[in-house]
């Protein structure tokens, strides 16, 4: 019921939002509802014409003495285009909801693929019994924060799958093997349209992010030319992994299980070791050797998983290659069950992005604390952290705006790319996860997974003070 009223919300909010700006500020706002519906993304939206006897003089003296280009006042922009006529136009930045549809499908017909392959060789694993080998190892551990799940149950082996695969970068692995740990929760689940406290316990984990090496955020930077495009990656690692204890603890108190457990308190100091070990090597390394060793490791790893099934399933004398298509079949099947789900939530975020929305939540922020006096260097940071739930992709546009707008080694332009790194797309995950398994009552999982995002957002804001401060 949550998710439920929190989509209503978003909807019923981005049309109002719409309607006050269409019927208040006409003149910018008049092709508002087209461009919610069938915009796109990059559209020129032409606003008016004027003369000079009418444009800005300063807006005239610009375009006067830069032939050929366009004058910003904020998201508007001014062209002159015929003689001592000018232009005002803006441009969309955000798909309507028809090409949003579109987008959620073609999301979904590109899962299949990663799906198929992925979903196959687990089919082997489970066969071979590499699954429950893993869930023996990792039983200890999770048996202390899944204690509804029984010993030795396939979907803890899962989970590591898709843990690993988050730690090391590897989305299009992550989510397969995500899915499959919802399906084997799922089975165990004994409410089927209701979240279980194991599945929110894991999805709440899989959404706080915690990747190791950022390395698309570290190409970015070095792309727009800042100095150390290295300098954030600390700061990156040490938000995402605090957002990720504050998702088990958050999530903990809920459920009343003790986090203070020597086996938990032994697992996260020995993860913490081993992390801070390989931040200290890959701060030895330049940019281009992060990139590569990342990689190698990555790669290497996904491929050292394909030979051990392989050579599991032919240990076992198993049919590998029939057990692959069965498990590839369950692929295909899952990847279409997401569409609704997907095509819900997009249009939802949709809307409140071509409503301008965010934009009046971003601009009412700067403006509440410039009128506090307090810094407001981190506001410009903001954007990214308040469109990441929503949309990975938003979120990397925002970063690489910041970064081109205020420049990469700005407080904001370094403060954008901590929080890009510091959590997942939280309503992307809960749309495709528990679509999946078809779970309509997700109970807490929004409000969690939301506060730990926060959780992050405050600690990547605190620590780019501590390091560029």
Not at 406 to 435: E, H, N, W
Request: proline share 3%; with cysteine; hydrophobic share 50%.
């Amino acid at each position: 019921m949550a998710l439920s009223r929190i989509w209503s919300a978003f909807i019923i909010i981005a049309i109002i939002i719409a309607g006050i700006k269409c019927f208040v500020f006409p003149i910018t706002n008049r092709a508002i509802f087209t461009n919610m519906v069938t915009g796109k993304s990059g559209d020129t939206i032409k606003l008016s014409r004027v003369d000079s006897s009418t444009a800005n003089p300063l807006t005239i003296s610009f375009l006067d003495s830069n032939k050929g280009k366009s004058f910003s006042n904020g998201e508007i922009q001014t062209i002159k285009f015929s003689g001592s006529k000018y232009l005002n136009f803006k441009i969309q930045s955000a798909d309507g909801i028809i090409e949003t549809c579109q987008t959620a499908v073609t999301l979904s017909l590109k899962l299949i693929g990663f799906m198929a392959l992925f979903m196959g060789f687990m089919s082997i694993a489970e066969k071979a019994g590499g699954i429950r080998f893993l869930s023996r190892i990792i039983g200890p551990f999770f048996s202390k924060i899944f204690p509804e799940i029984p010993k030795g149950h396939p979907s803890m082996g899962h989970m590591m799958m898709n843990f690993s695969a988050n730690l090391l970068g590897l989305d299009n692995a992550a989510t397969p093997f995500g899915i499959k740990a919802m399906e084997s929760l799922q089975e165990i689940n004994p409410d089927k349209e209701t979240a279980s406290n194991s599945q929110i316990m894991f999805l709440c984990l899989h959404a706080s992010g915690l990747t190791l090496i950022p390395v698309s955020i570290i190409a970015l930077r070095s792309a727009a030319g800042a100095a150390n495009p290295m300098d954030i990656f600390i700061p990156c690692m040490i938000a995402t992994f605090v957002a990720t204890i504050a998702a088990m603890i958050i999530v903990s108190v809920k459920q009343k299980i003790n986090v203070f457990q020597p086996v938990i308190i032994s697992w996260v100091l020995g993860i913490s070791a081993l992390i801070s070990l390989l931040v200290v090597y890959i701060r030895s390394l330049d940019t281009d050797a992060v990139q590569l060793f990342s990689g190698a490791l990555s790669s290497g790893i996904i491929l050292l998983i394909f030979i051990a099934i392989i050579f599991a399933g032919l240990y076992k004398k198993i049919d590998v290659f029939s057990s692959f298509i069965d498990g590839a079949k369950g692929g295909f099947e899952t990847a279409v069950k997401i569409i609704p789900y997907l095509v819900g939530m997009l249009v939802a975020i949709s809307l409140l992005r071509t409503s301008g929305t965010f934009d009046a939540l971003i601009n009412g922020m700067k403006s509440v604390f410039a009128a506090l006096g307090t810094d407001t260097r981190f506001v410009d940071g903001l954007p990214t952290a308040l469109v990441k739930p929503f949309s990975g992709g938003a979120a990397r546009g925002m970063m690489v705006d910041t970064m081109k707008t205020l420049k990469p080694d700005s407080f904001a332009g370094r403060l954008s790319c901590i929080l890009q790194g510091s959590s997942d797309t939280t309503f992307y995950v809960i749309a495709v996860y528990f679509g999946a398994v078809s779970i309509r009552n997700t109970r807490y999982a929004v409000g969690a997974m939301l506060l730990a995002d926060l959780v992050g957002i405050i600690t990547s804001i605190v620590l780019c003070y501590f390091f560029f401060g």
